[in-house]
């Protein structure tokens, strides 16, 4: 068995021993198992015969790389490596192979995501009610998707949400009446819950009733305007909240499942986008440190293969007593190798597809006439900005709606205009709909847009979920991702796994084809490859504010590469989203695969 086979089965054993509670392993053996393939400390090894993508503007190919330690020494042509790289060196032919930097995913959410691979997925999109009860049944019988006494599971197509009724009819009777029971959309921000996590949680009818009329909709009602289990933003944090709390170990194990997947697609880096807190925009509390201990113990048993900027989530409107808060945690979490916490993370709004329709759109909704404003009152915004960007501290502001996007933007042009020197890039991400009037206000902010064009196809969730329901002048502004481009956008590339897959190559691919089941979502917002290589390694390197040590190759920076089967700048779209990493290197020791 290779060194690789037997370091990822460890580490899976390590996961599912750690899952199943049954043994812990010695943190010496689980860093051993990282470890392996540790290069000698001051040896230099020189990677030639490369198709090498450096992401450095000047230079942006070379041929080969050499290293030491967890440093990049030298890059370009083979001669000129070779001499910097000296007699000494250790030789890897690498074939014509391509090389490239570690990527960086500009927003996700890996622990949550690694709870996701250790837990059950329903990844059947035939919105099937009995395919679906039947693979719950299996479930509970095989023991394993439960968190305490609730079986959760997770990635449900959100069609399932329009037969809310039919589940409930099924999963809140009989066998399932005493067994909490919760389903989490593929969109991280709706679910459904039996009748049994929902009295647990105390959703019921009166509970309801008795909720200002912008919460209530946060709750699916039957004709008895009885709950009928679909919740979303409010509603869902409402649910998991009331989930039992995954232990210690459950989440540890989830840690290491997340980073190994990462690593596994190519990234070496990611920001949190919620490392305390959720998509209710809840205000950050003294004391809640949230998933930093996990990151923590990940990085001191020498686990944590990935630069990790774990944003905390504020609410503007809760004061700027957060900002203290956010930076009492840069103290408390400090010198943890591999880990900072650069910033905090504003939710805008939530998200547009019927029924949540919770995301902030300048115009009303057709199907209900109403208009969703931002979730923060537009001052707080202004001065939560302003303050955060005096203190240094970047703000990442998730906004879907044309509405959220503009109320993002005119608080990054007060704190620019109160703060004239400052230098941060902070971010915004998502911007499903930009007005093309806001589209170059990215640039004259300098305001990096994390964007997931994964996400940007023509299928149900962009057409026949929005289409009918949000205004005609408004839709067609949708993932405009070359406009803002063209416009002078910094653009990254971000995943928000679990939401979706990670991985960056069908990202890249989406972004350059836009094409789904149903079409080619909007032709002219078709991205160049080139950009989307930029988006996922330095400009992604931006919005962690690490661009300086990562994000590129060039001498002086980490030593984080990624050894691909093919060329994908020259391969097809369709090539290109089945790429595959042969190799990830992490600060110059392998973290997946073979080759390096
Ligand atoms: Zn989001
Ligand atoms: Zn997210």
Excluded: C
């Excluded at 959760?152 to 039919?166: K, Q, T």
């Excluded at 840690?255 to 990462?262: I, K, N, S, T």
């Excluded at 009152?377 to 303050?387: F, G, I, L, R």
């Excluded at 369709?574 to 990830?584: C, I, S």
């Amino acid at each position: 068995m290779s060194t690789d086979l037997k370091q990822a089965r460890l580490i899976t054993r390590a996961v599912k021993l750690l899952f199943a509670g049954a043994l812990s392993l010695s943190a010496a053996h689980l860093a051993l198992a990282a470890d392996s393939s540790n290069k000698a400390d001051k040896e230099t090894t020189l990677y030639f015969n490369a198709h090498v993508f450096t992401a450095e503007y000047n230079a942006p190919y070379a041929e080969a790389v050499a290293i030491r330690g967890d440093t990049i020494v030298a890059v370009g042509s083979q001669s000129a490596v070779e001499k910097a790289a000296g007699k000494t060196a250790h030789k890897v032919d690498l074939h014509g192979q391509f090389l490239m930097p570690g990527m960086i995913d500009a927003h996700a959410h890996p622990l949550m995501g690694g709870v996701t691979l250790i837990m059950a997925n329903y990844a059947d999109d035939s919105v099937s009610i009995p395919n679906l009860v039947a693979f719950i049944d299996k479930q509970i019988a095989d023991k394993k998707s439960f968190i305490g006494d609730t079986l959760v599971i997770y990635d449900l197509d959100l069609g399932y949400w329009s037969h809310s009724a039919e589940l409930d009819a099924i999963l809140s009777q009989g066998p399932y009446a005493a067994m909490p029971i919760v389903l989490s959309g593929g969109d991280g921000h709706t679910g459904w819950a039996n009748l049994a996590a929902r009295q647990r949680a105390g959703l019921n009818a009166e509970f309801v009733r008795q909720l200002p009329a912008e919460k209530q909709k946060f709750f699916g009602l039957g004709s008895d305007s009885a709950p009928n289990g679909f919740v979303v933003d409010f509603g869902k944090s409402l649910i998991d909240a009331s989930l039992p709390k995954p232990t210690p170990e459950v989440m540890f194990a989830a840690g290491v499942a997340g980073v190994q997947y990462m690593n596994s697609v190519g990234i070496t880096g990611w920001l949190d986008a919620a490392a305390i807190g959720d998509a209710s925009g809840s205000a950050l509390e003294a004391d809640d440190v949230g998933l930093l201990p996990i990151y923590q113990e990940l990085a001191k048993q020498g686990l944590l293969s990935a630069h990790v900027a774990a944003y905390p989530v504020v609410s503007p409107d809760a004061g700027l007593g957060q900002l203290a808060l956010v930076e009492k945690l840069r103290k408390q979490f400090k010198d943890i190798p591999n880990l900072t916490i650069p910033g905090l993370k504003v939710f805008a709004d939530g998200v547009v597809e019927y029924p949540s329709q919770t995301a902030a759109l300048t115009k009303p909704y057709s199907n209900t006439g109403q208009t969703v404003p931002p979730m923060f009152k537009q001052a707080a915004m202004n001065s939560m900005v302003t303050e955060a960007d005096k203190r240094g501290l970047l703000v990442h502001v998730h906004a879907i709606g044309d509405g959220a996007v503009k109320a993002g933007l005119d608080a990054f042009e007060v704190a620019r205009k109160a703060n004239p020197n400052g230098k941060l890039k902070h971010a915004i991400t998502h911007a499903q709909f930009v007005d093309p009037q806001d589209q170059q206000r990215f640039a004259q902010y300098n305001v990096i847009a994390a964007l997931q064009l994964l996400w940007a196809l023509g299928d149900p969730s962009t057409i026949e979920l929005i289409k009918p329901y949000v205004d005609a002048s408004i839709y067609p502004n949708m993932y405009p991702a070359r406009s803002m481009l063209e416009k002078g956008a910094e653009i990254a590339g971000a995943s928000d796994w679990p939401v979706t897959s990670a991985a960056p190559f069908a990202a890249m691919a989406q972004a350059e084809v836009r094409k789904g089941p149903e079409g080619v979502l909007f032709p002219e917002q078709r991205m160049p490859r080139l950009a989307m290589l930029y988006a996922y390694t330095r400009n992604s390197a931006d919005v962690l504010n690490q661009l300086k040590t990562i994000g590129t190759l060039a001498a002086g920076k980490r030593a984080d590469l990624v050894l691909v089967d093919r060329d994908v700048l020259a391969v097809s779209a369709d090539e290109l989203k089945d790429a595959k990493v042969l190799a990830t290197m992490f600060a110059g020791k392998k973290v997946f695969g073979a080759g390096l």
